[in-house]
């Protein structure tokens, strides 16, 4: 039962142009979500976090979107530059402040072509 | 910040060997989180210490599995009678309060 989940294990974007990579989720519990970025044979790397008491949350290039009705988050990354080609990942908690464990998407493989 | 330390960083064995791998936190953190990670798939959640204290286990955590976090600073996973189902990168990550996870760069396990 994947609870997060990450529909597109790829992505292809031109340098420059905006990147955007969603992710769903299905437990109503979830309160907190974040996004991680992977470079390989390193550990992830938070890069962004939202509250579901907001819709959006920016950092320079990169913008989370978040829609509680749709139970959907988005990335955002623009303009997009080569050192941004990663494995991203999506993850999901009932709240910042809890104790508990994070549930993590499958990942989405991000390549930005020169 | 030296970051969170993981040790070794492979790991080759035999099925039925016992391994050890060792993780060294953030020295302010008092939170140490393991996760596996298989390939394909996002990391999951194994076990999780405040301080010494060994607070919340998987489901994934069979009784071969055993976490320890004495004096509440480094911790070590061990797992027993290795199989070849335990293949994969163990991740340590550790926190401050409600701060974000800083992960290791993870052990990864080929079991034969």
């Known amino acids: 039962d994947q609870q997060v989940k990450q529909n597109s294990p790829s992505l292809s974007v031109q340098e420059g142009r905006i990147s955007i990579l969603n992710c769903d989720y299905t437990n109503s519990m979830f309160d907190y979500f974040l996004w991680y970025k992977k470079y390989p044979a390193e550990g992830p790397t938070f890069l962004i976090s939202?509250?579901?008491?907001?819709d959006k949350n920016e950092d320079g290039r990169f913008t989370v979107f978040l829609n509680k009705s749709a139970k959907h988050l988005s990335l955002h990354i623009v303009p997009s530059q080569p050192g941004d080609s990663a494995v991203y990942f999506c993850?999901?908690?009932?709240?910042?402040?809890?104790?508990?464990?994070?549930?993590f998407g499958s990942g989405t493989q991000l390549t930005v072509l020169p | 910040d030296t970051g969170v330390s993981q040790n070794p960083r492979h790991k080759i064995t035999k099925r039925g060997q016992n391994v050890t791998f060792r993780c060294d936190p953030i020295?302010?953190?008092?939170?140490l989180y393991w996760y596996r990670q298989t390939l394909g798939q996002g990391p999951e959640f194994l076990t999780y210490f405040q301080n010494e204290a060994q607070l919340e286990k998987s489901r994934l955590l069979s009784d071969r599995f055993s976490a320890e976090r004495p004096k509440g600073s480094f911790s070590t996973l061990e797992i027993q009678r290795t199989e070849q189902g335990d293949s994969a990168m163990y991740l340590c990550?550790?926190?401050?309060?409600?701060?974000?996870?800083?992960f290791g760069n993870g052990t990864r396990l080929t079991v034969t």
């Open positions: 020295s302010e953190h008092n939170r």
């Open positions: 939202i509250s579901s008491i907001k």
């Open positions: 990550a550790s926190r401050r309060g409600h701060s974000p996870l800083h």
């Open positions: 993850a999901a908690s009932p709240s910042s402040g809890s104790a508990r464990q994070l549930t």
